[in-house]
């Protein structure tokens, strides 16, 4: 487990970036992927896929709903549609096309949803999408992915074109620490212990993958044992490793960077209040709209840090 993590993190690297070249990659292998944008391709950089694959390159305009009913029709073409826009308009203002024309038609539709949780930090609480998860998790049919690293952006999108049906892909707009080694496979709907411990287990996704190893490096020079499970599929999810995690350990904390309503953790509590309940601390948005500001500062000030999460585990601990 432990060659999955490399022993010093490389310097934050911006996983929009990281999603572009992504794109350009998978143009290589997949000629059937077409790309589409609500007329963001600058910010969430797949405009780097039109500047190689012109020809499969579509912008609709700031015109979301659209966005998705063109790639519906796309993929009843027989292409592999990814539609990109920021998170919280493929949860909001694109929904019902979502909902009915995509899921409920089990489309293989891709949605790269940018700029997720709170990383459109300066633009504000419009603009920040931490119900996101929730929305599409509860949407028939849907798939959800939430890579931690731009690593993982890379190797997360080839599964995601891969597999069959509407996939929401969820992805930050910043720099974020670069954790994974080249040994890191993942697979949809497949967990992936990043390190053992039996005192309690950190089940976490997204960029709180990165602040989850480093809470367990604390917990650990305070001889407390922390399991460190990644999600990068929050649906299907992976509930023989949740419930391995419950039993083997008896304390759970769930981190992620959303509300702590219908998420990561909504999905944990709803696996193990009908099978192996175990006390269970929830880290993230205590139900909130956060603000305007740098994006760490906000992490921090809305419950997401390190000693965040080190607080929880003792809290979890302590109810053993």
């Not at 939430?146 to 995601?160: C, E, F, I, Q, T």
């Not at 006390?279 to 809305?302: H, I, N, Q």
Request: charged share 20%.
């Amino acid at each position: 487990m432990a060659e999955l993590i490399r022993e010093t993190w490389g310097d934050p690297l911006s996983m929009r970036k990281a999603y572009g070249e992504a794109l350009v990659e998978l143009g290589k292998t997949h000629p059937q992927v077409v790309v589409l944008s609500a007329d963001v391709s600058n910010s969430d950089h797949s405009g780097m896929f039109e500047a190689v694959y012109p020809e499969r390159f579509f912008n609709v305009g700031i015109a979301e709903p659209a966005l998705v009913d063109v790639a519906v029709g796309l993929a009843n073409g027989g292409y592999i549609p990814i539609a990109n826009t920021f998170s919280f308009l493929f949860a909001t203002r694109a929904l019902e096309q979502v909902r009915t024309h995509l899921c409920y038609g089990q489309q293989n539709v891709k949605l790269a949803g940018a700029y997720s949780g709170l990383s459109d930090s300066f633009d504000g609480p419009t603009h920040q999408s931490i119900s996101d998860i929730a929305t599409m998790r509860a949407l028939p049919n849907m798939t959800v992915v939430v890579p931690a690293d731009p690593l993982a952006v890379k190797k997360l999108l080839s599964r995601v074109a891969d597999w069959q049906g509407p996939v929401f892909f969820r992805l930050c707009r910043n720099e974020v620490p670069q954790i994974f080694t080249d040994a890191y496979a993942p697979e949809i709907g497949k967990g992936v212990v990043l390190c053992d411990g039996a005192d309690m287990a950190i089940i976490c996704c997204g960029v709180m993958v990165a602040r989850s190893l480093l809470a367990a490096k604390q917990l650990a020079a305070q001889n407390i044992r922390a399991r460190v499970a990644e999600l990068h599929t929050l649906k299907p999810l992976d509930t023989e490793l949740v419930l391995r995690c419950a039993r083997e350990t008896r304390a759970i904390v769930t981190v992620e960077e959303h509300s702590i309503l219908g998420g990561l953790g909504g999905a944990i509590a709803e696996t193990l209040v009908t099978s192996d309940p175990v006390p269970m601390e929830r880290v993230g948005l205590a139900d909130t709209f956060a603000e305007s500001g740098p994006y760490a500062e906000l992490l921090d000030k809305y419950g997401l840090s390190v000693s965040d999460i080190v607080n929880a585990a003792k809290r979890a601990m302590a109810r053993k």
